[in-house]
């Protein structure tokens, strides 16, 4: 089955700085990956996806690119800001459900 | 719009009690998952359902059993809690499995 596995654990970056988030997979069947946001205390909620026909997708200051030849996946944040601070899972799935990374720590340090 | 809820939101249980879980989603979206959290390991999928009477296991589905007799609502029963099922169970919706999901509050159960 699929195996994600995503890095850093923790990241901690300026604020004002780009903070990069590196997932790979085994899977190469698996056509869909997400990225979730998971505040303190609060439940997981997506933020961007891609799909395995399109290299890089962008919404303001977030983007993900896709290399599916290397099967690894990147998140990228912008201009980091404070409320950018929290867990971020990055999962994927295809003929099988989704199968999530264990998770970046994201600190923002103002 | 009430979207998807769980109850109970916290839960203290003794190791071989019988423990439910209940969520419960007011989009009609066909799938449904159960996922445990634990700090180190992520989200990882017990169960999930395609449809009303459809379940198929997940990556850690030992321990657990689900229901399915409505499409808004999914339990999940735990038969012989152990202290080793201690964790956050998020309930998540959606569409098909390859697009969002919707996740519940969570909740938060001890074994002891």
């Known amino acids: 089955g699929e195996n994600v596995e995503q890095h850093p654990s923790t990241l901690s970056v300026q604020e004002g700085d780009s903070a990069v988030i590196k997932c790979t997979y085994s899977?190469?069947?698996?056509?869909?990956f997400p990225w979730y946001k998971q505040e303190l205390g609060k439940r997981p909620q997506l933020i961007i996806d891609?799909?395995?026909?399109?290299g890089e997708k962008k919404d303001q200051r977030i983007a993900v690119t896709l290399n599916k030849t290397a099967k690894h996946f990147s998140l990228h944040i912008t201009e980091t800001q404070p409320e950018d601070s929290a867990v971020y899972f990055c999962?994927?799935?295809?003929?099988?459900?989704?199968?999530f990374g264990k998770g970046t720590r994201l600190s923002v340090i103002a | 719009d009430a979207g998807i809820t769980q109850s109970p939101r916290y839960k203290i249980t003794e190791t071989g009690r019988q423990v439910t879980l209940m969520c419960h989603q007011t989009w009609s979206h066909s799938y449904m998952f159960w996922y445990r959290q634990d700090l180190g390991h992520g989200l990882r999928l017990i169960y999930y359902?395609?449809?009303?009477?459809?379940?198929d296991k997940g990556e850690v589905p030992d321990g657990y059993v689900v229901s399915r007799s409505k499409t808004e609502n999914f339990p999940l029963t735990l038969e012989s809690a152990t202290r080793s099922q201690t964790s956050v169970y998020f309930c998540a919706s959606g569409t098909s499995r390859y697009n969002e999901q919707f996740f519940g509050p969570g909740t938060r159960l001890t074994v002891l």
């Open positions: 899977d190469s069947a698996s056509n869909y």
């Open positions: 891609i799909r395995s026909n399109v």
């Open positions: 999962a994927g799935g295809g003929n099988t459900p989704l199968v």
């Open positions: 359902s395609a449809a009303a009477d459809i379940t």
